[in-house]
């Protein structure tokens, strides 16, 4: 990957890449709202459907295929949340503030707070020495050999994949983004506490309509099926073979978008229920291109078509990634530390 990318690089500096984008970071009314009809509709009508199923006695599992279908649609409404963080999604930056605290609502995630540690993220990524927020917690080798035991678990027990994407994923939507970000200001904490009011008043309403018994029923597996999903997906956008990750004083944004961020090349499906969020790589150069712009980015601007794809073979194949390896200057298993030298 780093190769293809170094020979792009040399050619364009990090303005020229900016400014190469330039006409793709323009936000159409037409293509947001026909992305928030085809979206929500479905999404609303699988919650209707899921009522239903519940309330008349319906085999459970019935429910769990569509809260499937439903978790998967979650991921796009984060997708459209995330866009509207980054003052993509629609021209006006009140539209962007008010979908993003209704995305934010449906997806258990307080908008000012998670645009503050998520812009944190877009700041840091790649940077070995400012890592810790809007982030996985990743250590290094020569970290993971000097912590002590307890903490050597407690990491290892934080990136197992079926804990990171399962309970992980839902302590993270349900408890932990109901609390403010380490340096959050007043602006941030505000936007949690209408969140948390907001989700609050949902249930409410809910446990006198449906009652809460459905409503727990329907939501819980939807929320933890599609907090998996958007997990992962934020997982193998930063962590795969050959990431580019270094101390600060060598850090370089370009870098970190052409080499630190991934290229998924998914099945067309998968491609419109994340969003487009795979092209990842053109998301770090410039952000605030908006998701439907993506596509169109990445056909039309051959600089970016050097860069390697990742298969979605590959990016399960990364969830073995524990460690990143400074001396080797890429992410390794666990099981490297007690290889020998001449496989590490």
């Keep these: 990957m780093s190769t293809a990318n170094s020979s792009a690089e ?25 992305q928030m009809a085809n979206t929500f509709v479905p999404y609303l009508a699988l919650w209707a459907t899921m009522i239903v199923l519940v309330r008349r006695g319906y085999p459970y599992w019935l429910t769990l295929l569509l809260a499937l279908a439903a978790g998967a649609l979650l991921i796009r409404i984060f997708i459209l949340f995330h ?46 020495d ?18 002590p ?20 994923a839902a302590l993270l939507f349900l408890i932990i983004q109901r609390f403010c970000t380490r340096g959050a200001g007043q602006r941030e904490r505000r936007g949690v506490l209408r969140t948390n009011l907001a989700l609050l008043a949902v249930a409410m309403a809910a446990s006198l309509t449906i009652g809460w018994q459905t409503y727990l029923l329907i939501q819980l597996p939807i929320i933890v ?16 073979d050959d990431a580019y990750w270094v101390r600060h004083g060598a850090w370089d944004p370009l870098k970190v978008a052409l080499e630190g961020s991934s290229y998924m090349h998914l099945p067309k499906i998968l491609q419109w229920l994340s969003g487009n969020i795979g092209l990842h790589h053109i998301h770090h150069v ?45 992410p390794v298993t666990f099981r490297s530390l007690t290889a020998p030298a001449s496989e590490s």
């Excluded at 500096?13 to 009314?29: C, D, E, F, I, V």
């Excluded at 290892?156 to 992980?168: C, E, K, T, V």
């Excluded at 605030?288 to 601007?301: A, G, H, M, T, V």
């Design 83 to 128: 866009d509207c963080c980054h003052g993509s999604f629609f021209a006006s930056a009140r539209a962007n503030a008010l979908l993003g605290y209704v995305t934010g609502v449906l997806t258990f995630t307080p908008f000012e707070d998670w645009r503050l540690a998520h812009n944190r993220h877009h700041a840091t990524a790649g940077d070995l």
């Design 149 to 168: 035991l307890w903490q050597r678990f407690a990491y290892r027990f934080y990136r197992n994949p079926f804990i990171l994407f399962g309970p992980g």
């Design 225 to 240: 099926i599609g907090g998996g999903l958007g997990v992962w997906l934020f997982y193998v956008q930063h962590q795969f």
């Design 286 to 330: 410039r952000p605030n291109i908006p998701n439907y712009n993506l596509q169109q980015c990445q056909d039309e601007i051959p600089a970016f078509q050097v860069v390697k794809a990742m298969t979605l073979g590959a990016s399960l194949r990364s969830l073995q990634l524990g460690l990143f390896d400074e001396r080797l200057g890429k």
């Design 10 to 34: 040399s050619n364009m500096t990090k303005a020229a890449w900016y400014q190469s984008t330039t006409a793709y970071a323009q936000p159409s009314l037409g293509k947001s709202l026909w």
């Design 130 to 147: 400012r890592r810790g927020v809007g982030d996985i917690w990743t250590m290094t080798t020569g970290e993971y050999l000097a912590a």
